[in-house]
């Protein structure tokens, strides 16, 4: 009896990447099919250009043992249990406090989280060798429910075009959900809080400026047909969508890196799927210019949105 018992426990094992993952074929997105292997497989499918982006990120998890039509959790802090393959960095909290946050160095990493049943990576805007230095800027567009996503859309290229004429490109990705992340890479040279403060200038002004279709406050009364400028991804401990993560939503989407010509043609931010992935990384990588851009956040620049790092 016990060696058949063991014999069933091997057949419910899969090694992917290194990593044994238990209850490989276990269902987590039922209309879609997709198993516990399914997710580990994508991540190996998009691993060279999803590791460039997460890799030595401090990594908030959505973890969804019996998948997401059940309950999920949020993890930002190292429990027990988890695989030597992710990582632990202890750091000094806003209050003070020492904790052990989370990060992955490589492929084995990721696979180790969904072990854990992680079905979304969150990242941070720096990475542990400088952590009080981002070297991203990140916008979230979440729109009002009653918004098309041609609004969503163009409210991208405005800040787009606004942020480019002070000195700042930038990419976009659709993040599975309602919204669009803008994007801009940036060299490590300034701190959190003039990112902050730069982040909350830029929504601030177009708020005022255009009441009518912007919000720069996390309010859900206030956004009745208004699409927020949500600036809060940028200050420490904050997080914001990985990359190629899958998010724990109906139809499994995938939070997709695209290019500004892509968007134009895009009808929604959830159009991307784990069956689009192996087609997308035959194509050329639609972040691949940023790898040459070297751009930061200037005194100058903080001077010219009104921006005061000094104000918290």
């Not at 809060?232 to 969508?241: K, S």
């Not at 200037?298 to 009104?306: A, D, F, I, N, R």
Request: charged letters at 30%; glycine letters at 8%.
């Amino acid at each position: 009896m016990r060696r058949q018992e063991a014999d069933m426990q091997r057949e419910q094992r899969e090694t992917i990447a290194g990593i044994s993952l238990s209850h490989p074929d276990k269902v987590l997105f039922e209309t879609q099919g997709l198993t516990k292997a399914d997710i580990a497989r994508h991540y190996l499918r998009v691993a060279d250009r999803m590791l460039p982006g997460i890799k030595n990120r401090l990594v908030s998890l959505v973890r969804c043992p019996d998948g997401p039509s059940q309950q999920c959790f949020f993890q930002k802090h190292a429990g027990r249990g988890f695989p030597e393959a992710v990582k632990r960095q202890e750091i000094i909290e806003k209050d003070g406090d020492k904790a052990e946050y989370l990060y992955v160095t490589d492929l084995k990493g990721i696979i180790a989280g969904v072990q854990m049943n992680t079905l979304e990576f969150h990242i941070w805007g720096s990475r542990i060798d400088a952590l009080e230095q981002p070297d991203r800027l990140v916008f979230d567009l979440d729109p009002d429910e009653g918004l098309g996503f041609a609004d969503v859309r163009q409210a991208c290229f405005d800040l787009r075009d606004r942020l480019e004429d002070i000195g700042l490109r930038t990419l976009p990705l659709v993040t599975g959900g309602k919204g669009v992340h803008v994007v801009a890479p940036l060299s490590r040279r300034a701190e959190w809080p003039a990112v902050k403060a730069f982040a909350r200038a830029i929504a601030k002004r177009i708020g005022e400026e255009e009441p009518e279709r912007f919000l720069a406050e996390a309010s859900k009364a206030k956004r009745k047909g208004r699409i927020f400028i949500d600036w809060l991804r940028n200050e420490r401990g904050a997080t914001a969508i990985a990359p190629y993560s899958t998010r724990a939503r109906p139809g499994a989407p995938i939070a997709t890196p695209i290019s500004w010509a892509e968007l134009e043609k895009l009808d929604a931010a959830n159009s991307f799927r784990i069956h689009d992935m192996e087609a997308r990384m035959q194509e050329p990588d639609p972040w691949a210019e940023a790898n040459g851009w070297r751009q930061a956040i200037t005194k100058s620049m903080l001077q010219e949105v009104g921006a005061d790092p000094a104000s918290g």
